[in-house]
Nanobody
Framework: QVLLVESGGRLVQAGDSLSLSCVVS????????VGWFRQAPGKEREFVCA????????AYEDAVKGRFTISRDNGKNTIQLEMSSLRPEDTAVYYC?????????????????????WGQGTQVTVSS
């Protein structure tokens, strides 16, 4: 059983930076891709970014490109999401999720239904 635990969400002001962490435990090896998704009140869960099992490939939704950076440390089983120039529209519950595969294609990582494991979410609120 793979367990994902997010942390780091809090209230910040527009323009601030914030770092979220996702710790993965219970799995074997690091052959899983990880994605970050977010869900704002009254809206559907949306893809934010993803990173391949090796960390060599990353992908971002256009709305966060240039502001968010995803990285991973497989030795520590941790995935980081560095967020800068935050905007009120970034307010949401942020979830990390994982799927066990070396395949990293947009049809795979953008679709929340392809993920096997999910964290409980962490709230990010950006005030204007």
């Amino acid at each position: 059983q793979v367990l994902l635990v997010e942390s780091g969400g809090r209230l910040v002001q527009a323009g601030d930076s914030l770092s979220l962490s996702c710790v993965v435990s219970g799995g074997t090896g690091s052959d899983y891709a990880v994605g970050w998704f977010r869900q704002a009140p009254g809206k559907e869960r949306e893809f934010v970014c993803a990173i391949s099992y090796s960390g060599h490939s990353v992908a971002y939704e256009d709305a966060v490109k240039g502001r968010f950076t995803i990285s991973r440390d497989n030795g520590k089983n941790t995935i980081q999401l560095e967020m800068s120039s935050l905007r009120p529209e970034d307010t949401a519950v942020y979830y990390c999720a994982a799927y066990q595969s070396t395949i990293f294609t947009s049809t795979r990582y953008r679709n929340s239904g392809n993920y096997d494991y999910w964290g409980q979410g962490t709230q990010v609120t950006v005030s204007s």
